[in-house]
T-cell receptor, first 115, second 114 residues
């Protein structure tokens, strides 16, 4: 069975601080896909990144970076120099197997960035 | 390019009634997935439709059903509503089928059961 654990329920940081959101996953599949989504107060989930299990290269996109480590089954997300607009709930998700299995989401981490 | 459109945004129903929610995917997207989001259970997958066929189904009772039309628009129906069905229902579309596809979500329909 697939499982995603986001141990941090809520995080508060002051603007311009760096913050890391943790994600630990469980799967028996050798091929799988990991995602991060952002859910602002308006409700819709916004796709941030997708990683497949064969690509452990870390990725940076502006102030966002992702650290994928298969050895620890983790796919952590770091926001550098956080801004108030980063305040949202962030979800890590997993799709196992060949990709035909549906997404399994973690419970989410609510990030509050205080000005 | 228009995003995923869900209607209505808000619904209030009473126990025992039924409800139909609508989702229009991004133009060109053939896959539509539905999710239920509640504070207790988080985001849970309901079902996925691709080319008018149900491809995957989550662990929900038969009261929850869906369909997809030839223009890829999708509807989900919940019959005999229960208090526990109060939730945000999110629709997502993608070009291909399967959970490995990046999905684009709508704003959701917030359903409240009285």
């Amino acid at each position: 069975a697939q499982k995603v654990t986001q141990a941090q329920t809520e995080i508060s940081v002051v603007e311009k601080e760096d913050v890391t959101l943790d994600c630990v996953y469980e799967t028996r599949d050798t091929t799988y896909y990991l995602f991060w989504y952002k859910q602002p107060p308006s409700g819709e989930l916004v796709f941030l990144i997708r990683r497949n299990s064969f690509d452990e290269q870390n990725e940076i996109s502006g102030r966002y970076s992702w650290n994928f480590q298969k050895s620890t089954s983790s796919f952590n997300f770091t926001i550098t120099a956080s801004q108030v607009v980063d305040s949202a709930v962030y979800f890590c998700a997993l799709s196992g197997g060949s990709g035909n299995t549906p997404l399994v989401f973690g419970k989410g981490t609510r990030l509050s960035v205080i000005a | 390019k228009a995003g995923v459109t869900q209607t209505p945004r808000y619904l209030i129903k009473t126990r025992g009634q039924q409800v139909t929610l609508s989702c229009s995917p991004i133009s060109g997207h053939r896959s539509v997935s539905w999710y239920q989001q509640t504070p207790g259970q988080g985001l849970q997958f309901l079902f996925e439709y691709f080319s008018e066929t149900q491809r995957n189904k989550g662990n929900f009772p038969g009261r929850f059903s869906g369909r997809q039309f030839s223009n890829s628009r999708s509807e989900m129906n919940v019959s005999t509503l229960e208090l526990g069905d109060s939730a945000l229902y999110l629709c997502a579309s993608s070009f291909g089928t399967g959970g490995n596809q990046p999905q684009h979500f709508g704003d959701g329909t917030r359903l409240s059961i009285l």
